[in-house]
């Protein structure tokens, strides 16, 4: 909007602001068993990677006030009430992080990038049998500043409107987690496809679904959830809230 009111509110994002690209929140592997070893446990995160990055969000709120345009001079502040946010520093209560530790799935499942890309005429990506959820976004990937990426990721992949399967959701070792949105068993090529907001609130949608059937049916593994009885009915519940299937100038894939 060109005009602004007293007392809008609005949360600021802009890459060359308050992204912060220069050190990891988790910790490695070693350095967070140490901090486990050691009584020290914080959750395996980088707390001073955490303090910097809220340190360039301050900076970045401050630098657009200076910046401001003429006319909105003096308008733009920081709300420091903790009713808003719920914390005492008055930021997010989490960062909003690109990048997760990511699930293999049951079975050593990964969602790999053959399943979501494709040609124009196809269509549509693969169909899954225990598809919980769709979603649709170009392979948009986030560098970090210190990273080198394989030759892979510089590649063009075109991507089709695709499908979420329930295994996605599912973690190999532990067997009644639902991991979902960043998180789920996907390579990092697919996460940089589904990580955009409307899918990952399907994905939730779906995952909510699932966990209250499994709590319900007293279902206590995903090999039970994946037997044709159960997962048909879960899917015929998913698709009271989200949809399962796409419509394709007037046709449905799948027609079910």
Known sequence: SSTIAVNDITIQNWGGGNDYGKEFFYLSPSDAQHQRDTNHWEGGVNLNAIQNAERQAYSYHYWYREKAPAQWANRTVLIRSSSLTGTCHYLAKLPYMRESRRSIGYQNFLMNITTIRGRARDLHGYIFDDRMCIGAYDADFHRMAKCTYPSYMNKYYPILPYYIPLRAMTNRDIDNLIPIGKTMAQSFLVNSAVRLHPVEFSIGQAAGVIGTYAVQNNLLSVAEMLKEE??????????????????IDGKCYPDD
């Open 230 to 247: 159960h997962l048909s009915r879960v899917q015929s519940i998913v698709k009271q809230f989200t949809p399962i299937s796409w419509t």
